[in-house]
């Protein structure tokens, strides 16, 4: 049996001082993924082609033309975790939006991040002002979330670039409200169906106001 590793608070030590709970996923939400990616590939002689929602197949050599594998991804994906603090920026928005949701709700990061780069993305996360708690983990996320929503008696939300991750969220906490949000255009413009109910934001300030209106109650399902 594989051990799935997390790193972080628990969800019943976390602070709890509001009745609303927004939980974020990191990478491509709060922090570009796609662009420094694409900029490491360079670096490494290979591109990845915008052709379909999925980074296996669609990495490929500058030089031969072959696609890199999956090995090779994993290889280069923790170059970028490891080299973060240098490669790796925060959204448009996101802070400014963050300090005004955390008035109103409780904030958390929850990131499918390698969690041994714990310390690493932590450093960041402060340094660029964004403070709040964060939960590496390997295993699902669904199962974070149904455990938050026995603690927060307000509404609760998730913000998810991957729909899988959405969808393995209605799964498990069904009464949790959705967000998709992802930063690259290019990379959405290949999105696969969205559960049903999710809200869609194009950017921080789309994602402020459905988050707002999801913590004062006005709405709950996109
Ligand atoms: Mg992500």
């Known amino acids: 049996m594989t051990s799935r590793t997390t790193v972080g608070p628990?969800?019943?030590?976390?602070?709890r001082r509001?009745?609303?709970?927004?939980?974020?996923?990191?990478?491509?939400?709060?922090?570009?993924?796609?662009?420094?990616?694409?900029e490491l590939l360079a670096e490494h002689g290979a591109r990845l082609h915008f052709d379909s929602f999925r980074l296996?197949?669609?990495?490929?050599?500058?030089?031969?033309?072959a696609a890199l594998t999956g090995h090779a991804l994993d290889g280069i994906t923790a170059q970028l975790y490891a080299e973060q603090e240098q490669?790796?920026?925060?959204?448009?928005?996101?802070?400014?939006?963050?300090?005004?949701?955390?008035?109103i709700a409780d904030i958390l990061f929850l990131t499918a991040m390698t969690p041994t780069f714990?310390?690493?993305?932590?450093?960041?996360?402060?340094g660029a002002g964004l403070r709040w708690p964060m939960i590496a983990t390997e295993r699902a996320k669904g199962a974070f979330l149904f455990d938050a929503k026995a603690?927060?008696?307000?509404?609760?939300?998730?913000?998810?670039?991957?729909?899988?991750?959405?969808?393995?969220?209605?799964r498990s906490a069904p009464d949790v409200s959705l967000v998709h949000l992802m930063a690259d255009p290019q990379f959405r413009a290949h999105l696969p169906l969205l559960p049903s109910s999710t809200f869609e934001a194009a950017n921080w300030s789309q994602a402020e106001t459905i988050l707002r209106g999801i913590v004062e109650g006005d709405v709950s399902r996109g």
């Open 56 to 65: 296996t197949g669609n990495v490929r050599s500058l030089s031969t033309g």
């Open 118 to 126: 714990y310390p690493e993305r932590r450093r960041l996360l402060d």
């Open 18 to 38: 509001h009745d609303a709970l927004l939980v974020f996923d990191i990478d491509e939400v709060v922090l570009h993924f796609i662009a420094p990616f694409c």
């Open 151 to 170: 603690r927060w008696t307000g509404p609760v939300a998730f913000v998810d670039d991957l729909p899988p991750n959405l969808e393995g969220v209605r």
């Open 87 to 103: 490669r790796q920026t925060a959204v448009d928005g996101v802070i400014e939006a963050l300090e005004r949701l955390g008035e």
């Open 10 to 15: 628990a969800i019943a030590d976390l602070d």
